[in-house]
């Protein structure tokens, strides 16, 4: 399949509840990513929603019914983000795709998650033991898809089995494969296979992803390139490096990480220019300070109720002032507007 998108050498912000929303995924292309995945979204929790432009912030949302926000993205990421479904029906997973289909850069099948949420229902990790499942949900959406299609699995015990399994897939006509190296009931703890993913490597022709290597191969930036080598991939998805520090992207100063403090404040005007949902924030703000979480600054932070303490607590008043001056302006004009 020919794809706009290139996945040869490149190195990609992985997909992560909670943490992969918008903010994170700018801040991730701005040290470098290439590619960023959205945080898995459930095929139905999709068909549930409207497609709505939101000219006061300049993205496209999708609102579930419910008056959820399910997925907001800008013309910034638009030829670099790969939103992952969480699906285990072929026709589901297609009207689901079709909804995005027009806002992303590819869409991406769970096959990799673990919990028995995803795997009772026949998702995530439950369709590498259901390869005739897998298959059929890869190909209609190839079939049925005018932008990439690709999907991220974990590795099976048996290493053939595991070469099998991304054989098949890669017969779907995906436009690459990301290789978690861990087995269904592995934790981050368990080393990585690097191994089962070099295999993957040699055997199959499509791009392949090397993942798993966070805390352990990869630490630092120049760590990125030492993991896509003993893997053999084409290229390297980060998940826990990340969300820790997105300064790991980065293609200078690869010896250092940015500082946790420049970190947050970045984040930080992301997630309110955008309107990110506060918890969430907070959550991700708490694991770009995972390495400090004896300070006072972290303990203010974890004990923060609103946008205007984090921004007390991290100088950014009179940044927030403005912001909030900016959007009280928008919101009059668009007033106006609609009375026009
Ligand atoms: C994940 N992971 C994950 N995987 C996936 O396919 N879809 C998802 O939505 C999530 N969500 C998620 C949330 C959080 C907080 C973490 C830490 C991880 C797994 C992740 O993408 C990756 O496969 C593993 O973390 C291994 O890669 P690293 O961390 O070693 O780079």
């Known amino acids: 399949m020919s794809s706009s998108v290139e996945f040869r050498g490149a190195v990609v912000l992985a997909p992560m509840v909670r943490v992969g929303t918008l903010p994170m995924r700018l801040l991730a292309l701005d040290y470098g990513a290439d590619l960023v995945y959205v945080e898995e979204i459930i095929d139905h929790r999709l068909l549930g929603c409207s497609r709505l432009v939101n000219r006061r912030l300049g993205t496209v949302d999708f609102v579930h019914k419910d008056g959820s926000l399910v997925f907001r993205t800008c013309q910034r990421e638009r030829q670099r983000v790969v939103l992952q479904l969480g699906t285990a029906d072929p026709d589901r997973a297609v009207s689901a795709a079709k909804i995005v289909e027009r806002d992303v850069a590819c869409i991406d099948v769970n096959m990799g998650c673990p919990k028995d949420y995803s795997t009772k229902g026949g998702m995530g990790a439950a369709l590498i033991t259901d390869a005739p499942r897998a298959v059929a949900i890869l190909k209609a959406l190839v079939a049925n898809l005018s932008i990439p299609v690709t999907c991220k699995i974990r590795v099976l015990p048996n290493l053939s089995d595991t070469v099998a399994l991304a054989q098949a897939l890669e017969s779907t006509g995906i436009a690459c494969l990301a290789v978690h190296g861990r087995f269904k009931h592995e934790r981050p703890r368990n080393p990585n296979h690097n191994d089962y993913i070099a295999a993957v490597c040699r055997a199959v022709s499509?791009?392949?992803?090397?993942?798993?290597?966070?805390?352990?191969?990869?630490?630092?930036?120049?760590?990125?390139?030492?993991?896509?080598?003993?893997?053999?991939?084409?290229?390297?998805?980060?998940?826990?490096?990340?969300?820790?520090?997105?300064?790991?992207?980065?293609?200078?100063?690869?010896?250092?990480?940015?500082?946790?403090?420049?970190?947050?404040?970045?984040?930080?005007?992301?997630?309110?220019t955008y309107d990110n949902p506060f918890p969430q924030s907070k959550y991700c703000i708490q694991q770009l300070l995972h390495d400090r979480t004896e300070s006072e600054v972290y303990r203010s932070t974890l004990a923060a109720q609103t946008w205007s303490d984090l921004c007390t607590l991290w100088n950014l008043s009179a940044w927030y002032g403005e912001h909030l001056a900016k959007m009280q302006h928008l919101e009059a004009e668009e007033e106006d507007a609609s009375q026009e």
């Open 206 to 272: 499509l791009p392949v992803l090397a993942n798993g290597g966070s805390g352990d191969a990869v630490r630092l930036p120049l760590d990125v390139e030492y993991f896509r080598r003993v893997t053999g991939a084409s290229g390297v998805m980060l998940a826990r490096a990340a969300m820790h520090n997105p300064s790991i992207f980065r293609r200078e100063f690869e010896d250092r990480l940015e500082s946790s403090e420049t970190l947050v404040v970045k984040y930080l005007k992301y997630a309110i």
